[in-house]
């Protein structure tokens, strides 16, 4: 057990070196801090080119160069110097930061805990110039290039405790070379170079956004993305989101920045969450790098001595933002970034028109693909009566072939003409044939298209009931269900808060929420949709979220997990035996709806192999 400290120690004041230390175990709390803080200087001194030196993990030496404006010789003392920056000089300054670096402490910690030195040359300086030490360091003539070199030794050599905590040189170097991954994919306009132990491990020329990430994340990221630049007022957010189908275990390969800073935030984290919710399988994580810019003064970037956290001013604003940004994205996936294509129309010469109808009438899965499926709950007409797969062919029907005899057949072969497949209104291709009475198996110009029947209609029905919904309560009040008998539980003061606070936004979301006293809420009524959820979870729920995000997102999830289910039901199952023309109206079907590259399950529902992938398997030109 530690020693109690004597009762009978006087107030005093800690001396200063004592003072810089206490510091810099908030900012330098491992090599890679020192990194961070670094090159963030580097970057608001207006570098173009970094150099980047590790040494043991960034344990023995931390050496950064950069091209910046330099510091006049007169102003490298206050360099080193605790609360003195270039960066802000008011609280107007402070409430509107539009650097990466502010609080003035970086160099002064750092050179509490370890050996550093500062050379740098402005641009109209003859030569450069040097301090050593600490602040009370001599500043003497140097030689170097415009710009400015910080060299830090032996971290926490006057601190052995704090060495101890340190991992393995292998794992302080790969947190080192995460930061500058991190700071060199918000800055592809700046040319970054990383080496350790003398050998070079990574360089990046100045180039876009697009060659930056490929090049940190790989070209697996870089094939399975999808650009995002959308804005709305002062916000703007842009980057690149990675498709559903290249999500990871991990959640290493997300990167978010606000203003140019790399930050984790719940309320910007769940917001990217929500909008793959119903395209991602199971616990996996999306990747993606996207930038935020604001209005410095709309974000508090001053909450956490590592800057990596910030708070905003209008949260929920930003949520829903970001939120529709990427859920846009998404929508618009490989099946249906060709756009929407026209209902298919059978020709009118082809005679099995007429037979096929008629079969199609008779049959289980044909009433499914009709304009009104059985299985459905709401009665057809309705406004819940979603179309189904099911359209007529003639614009597309010809090139089948068929025949009275072929249309009754489960598979009809055919040959489409060459200026059809290369048609880009029909991504998808052209059926070929059904495989087990699971798949679909279909040619395009690239080559063999494999779709999951019952996933692909699963999907189809799923964006089918969600539209049908949202036209329905469009541009009017949430419908509510009053409850008989008011449920009530006992809440903390937290909740209660909330509820009193967010009346108005409660109400929207289709919830009467109300405190009987100052322990106990009462929930007089819930949204129809969720008549028969448990109200006192629901209500918890919808508390959380509109004090974490300003807003909810629990109803729409909620929602769509009924009508995810429904349409599982509802989807066709395997083993149906459908004829061509059945295949090509769902490959028409998923053409045109949103996010068809996935069930709601986050399952892909097709696959595409090209004639280079089929060449390779039958060693053809080998």
């Known amino acids: 057990m530690n020693a109690p400290i004597s009762a009978h120690r006087p107030i005093q004041a800690l001396p200063d070196q004592l003072i810089s230390q206490i510091a810099a175990g908030e900012v330098v709390e491992r090599p890679s801090a020192v990194v961070k803080e670094l090159l963030e200087n580097a970057l608001d001194a207006g570098a173009t080119q970094i150099t980047v030196r590790l040494e043991e993990g960034g344990v023995k030496r931390i050496a950064i160069t950069d091209n910046g404006r330099g510091i006049a010789p007169d102003q490298l003392p206050l360099a080193l110097a605790r609360h003195a920056t270039s ?26 805990v370890a050996a550093v030195s500062v050379t740098s040359r402005t641009a109209d300086a003859p030569h450069a110039w040097e301090i050593v030490g600490s602040h009370l360091g001599t500043v003497a003539p140097s030689s170097g290039a415009h710009g400015t070199t910080i060299d830090v030794q032996d971290l926490y050599f006057n601190t052995p405790a704090r060495r101890k905590f ?150 929920r604003a930003v949520h829903q933002f970001v939120f529709h940004a990427v859920q846009r994205a998404l929508a618009k996936t490989s099946a249906t970034d060709h756009g929407s294509v026209p209902a298919p129309q059978m020709a009118a010469d082809v ?54 005899s072929a249309a009754s057949a489960p598979v009809t072969p055919y040959t489409a003409p060459a200026q059809t497949m290369s048609n880009e209104q029909y991504p998808l291709g052209f059926a070929l044939a059904q495989l087990h009475g699971i798949y679909i198996l279909a040619q395009n110009t690239k080559g063999l ?42 809440a903390d003061a937290v909740e209660v808060g909330t509820a009193q606070e967010n009346q108005d936004t409660l109400q929207a979301l289709g919830f009467d929420i109300a405190a009987l006293s100052p322990t106990t809420l009462a929930v007089r009524s819930v949204p129809a949709l969720l008549k028969n959820a448990d109200a006192q979870t629901l209500a918890r729920d919808v508390l959380r979220d509109v004090r974490e995000f300003g807003g909810s997102r629990v109803l729409i999830e909620r929602r769509n997990e009924l009508l995810g289910t429904l349409a599982c039901h509802t989807a066709v199952r395997a083993n149906r035996i459908l004829n061509q023309p059945e295949m090509n109206a769902l490959l028409r079907q998923m053409e045109s709806t949103e996010r068809a590259d996935q069930c709601n399950h986050g399952r892909p529902t097709w696959v595409q192999l090209d004639i280079s992938s089929l060449d390779k398997l039958f060693l053809r030109g080998q």
């Open 351 to 404: 005679g099995a028109t007429s037979t096929w109808r008629r079969e199609h009438e008779q049959t289980s899965f044909g009433a499914q693909l009709s304009s009104t499926y059985s299985p459905s709950p709401y009665p057809p007409g309705s406004r819940y009566d979603a179309p189904g797969v099911a359209q007529t062919m003639d614009s597309y029907g010809a090139l089948f072939a068929a025949s009275p």
């Open 87 to 112: 960066k802000i000089a008011s609280l107007t300054d402070l409430e509107n930061v539009a650097t990466l670096g502010f609080r003035g402490e970086a160099l002064a910690s750092i050179a509490a």
């Open 449 to 490: 298209v494999l779709v999951d029947m019952h996933a692909a209609h699963e999907r189809i029905l799923y964006e089918q009931l969600k539209n049908a919904l949202d036209a329905q309560v469009g541009g009017q009040a949430m419908q509510v269900q009053a409850l008989l008998i008011p449920v009530t539980f006992f």
């Open 166 to 315: 340190l991992k393995s040189e292998q794992t302080e170097y790969g947190h080192c070379a995460e930061v500058v991954r991190r700071i060199a994919l918000a800055r592809p306009d700046v040319a970054f170079s990383l080496s350790h132990n003398g050998r070079t491990i990574d360089h990046w020329n100045v180039s876009e956004m697009a060659r930056r990430s490929a090049h940190i994340l790989g070209s697996d990221f870089a094939e399975a993305r999808l650009a995002i630049d959308e804005s709305a007022g002062p916000l703007r957010v842009h980057g690149y989101a990675g498709l559903p189908t290249a999500s990871k275990a991990r959640a290493d390969g997300q990167f978010f920045y606000v203003n140019g800073r790399f930050v984790r935030d719940k309320l910007l984290v769940h917001a990217v969450r929500a909008a793959y919710q119903d395209v991602l399988h199971g616990d996996r994580f999306p990747s993606y790098v996207l930038a935020l810019d604001l209005d410095p003064a709309l974000v508090d970037v001053n909450v956490h001595p590592s800057k990596i956290e910030v708070r905003f001013r209008d949260s």
